[in-house]
């Protein structure tokens, strides 16, 4: 069993930066794919960006295209997000989310491990 922990969220200001990090237990994210979701108040879980740990493919919504870069950690078991020039629109609750079978999805169903999310709050 993967357990999947995020941290890094936290308060800033319109254009300021975040570094967000998704930690595996139980074994290393060689072979998976693993992505970042969001989910605003009131609004669906949304797919952010994804990446595939063996050949470092990677993939952005539009949305965050630009601003945000997913990278593997050096550690084998991390994956960070950086989000740089956020906007009040990115205030949400990041959740990591990984693939075993190593497959970039937008969709919730691809992914088989879920952390429980990390709060992010963009002010004005």
């Known amino acids: 069993q993967v357990q999947l922990v995020e941290s890094g969220g936290g308060l800033v200001q319109t254009g300021g930066s975040l570094r967000l990090s998704c930690a595996a237990s139980?074994?290393?994210?060689?072979?998976?794919?693993v992505a970042w979701f969001r989910q605003a108040p009131g609004k669906e879980r949304e797919f952010v960006t994804a990446?595939?740990?063996?050949?470092?493919?990677?993939y952005y919504a539009d949305s965050v295209k630009g601003r945000f870069v997913i990278s593997r950690g050096s550690a084998l078991n991390t994956v960070y997000l950086q989000m740089n020039s956020l906007k009040p629109e990115d205030t949400a609750v990041y959740h990591c989310?990984?693939?075993?079978?190593?497959?970039?999805?937008?969709?919730?169903?691809?992914?088989?491990?879920w952390g429980q999310g990390t709060q992010v709050t963009v002010s004005s």
């Open positions: 989310a990984a693939d075993p079978m190593g497959r970039i999805g937008v969709t919730q169903a691809y992914y088989t491990y």
């Open positions: 139980g074994r290393t994210f060689r072979s998976y794919a």
């Open positions: 990446i595939t740990w063996n050949d470092n493919n990677v």
